[in-house]
Nanobody
Framework: QVQLVESGGGLVQSGGSLRLSCAASGNTLRLNVMGWYRRAPGKQRVLVAT???????NYADSVKGRFTISRDDAKNTVYLQMNSLKPEDTAVYYC?????????WGQGTQVTVSS
């Protein structure tokens, strides 16, 4: 079992920045890819960014150049630095860690960007 706990969400004005954190605990030895997803109001949950243990990174086109994902394996923590935030970034952001045969999810953290 792995537990994921997000933090760092909040309310920010358009153009502002936020940094999300996700700390993993439990059986973390099998952690490899960690990532962030988001669910906007009335929409499905979608990929934001992922990072593997060896540093392979993937971003959704909508956040490229604005968001940066990173990780600290000594702390079992993944981060999402979000800059130049837009109202359309408003969503609940979820941390994800796929460890076969299941996906682990955090409880989500709300990010609201006002125009």
């Amino acid at each position: 079992q792995v537990q994921l706990v997000e933090s760092g969400g909040g309310l920010v004005q358009s153009g502002g920045s936020l940094r999300l954190s996700c700390a993993a605990s439990g059986n973390t030895l099998r952690l490899n890819v960690m990532g962030w997803y988001r669910r906007a109001p009335g929409k499905q949950r979608v990929l934001v960014a992922t990072i593997s243990r060896d540093g392979v990174i993937n971003y959704a086109d909508s956040v490229k150049g604005r968001f940066t994902i990173s990780r600290d394996d000594a702390k079992n923590t993944v981060y999402l630095q979000m800059n130049s935030l837009k109202p359309e970034d408003t969503a609940v952001y979820y941390c994800n860690a796929p460890i076969w045969p299941r996906d682990y999810w955090g409880q989500g953290t709300q990010v609201t960007v006002s125009s």
